[in-house]
């Protein structure tokens, strides 16, 4: 059983940065696809980024294209979601996910969920 556990969120005013960390339980971690998804209240959960086992292959929302990147370190077991020139509207709790690939964690499907972390935007 893998279990995910992000960090690195919190309070940041319009326009600045935060990477957000997802640290995985073992060294299966390089056989998964990752993703970001993130939820604010009363919303449903929205995809963000996803990357291949290899980190080969990236797919970001249209949202945060240019804004966000995703990346991961197989030997640290971590994902990373780079965030830059956040808006308020990208205010919600951001959770890993891992799945069997890149397009199982785009349909929401992953196997695996983080408990998340807050970020929040202000303006």
């Known amino acids: 059983q893998v279990q995910l556990v992000e960090s690195g969120g919190g309070l940041v005013q319009a326009g600045g940065s935060l990477r957000l960390s997802c640290a995985a339980s073992?060294?299966?971690?390089?056989?998964?696809?990752m993703g970001w998804f993130r939820q604010a209240p009363g919303n449903e959960r929205e995809f963000v980024a996803a990357?291949?086992?290899?980190?080969?292959?990236?797919v970001y929302a249209d949202s945060v294209k240019g804004r966000f990147t995703i990346s991961r370190d197989n030997a640290k077991n971590t994902v990373y979601l780079q965030m830059n020139s956040l808006k308020p509207e990208d205010t919600a709790v951001y959770y890993c996910?891992?799945?069997?690939?890149?397009?199982?964690?785009?349909?929401?499907?992953?196997?695996?969920w983080g408990q998340g972390t807050q970020v929040t935007v202000s303006s």
């Open positions: 996910a891992a799945g069997e690939g890149i397009y199982t964690i785009y349909r929401n499907e992953g196997r695996y």
């Open positions: 073992g060294r299966t971690f390089s056989s998964y696809a």
């Open positions: 990357i291949s086992w290899s980190g080969g292959n990236k």
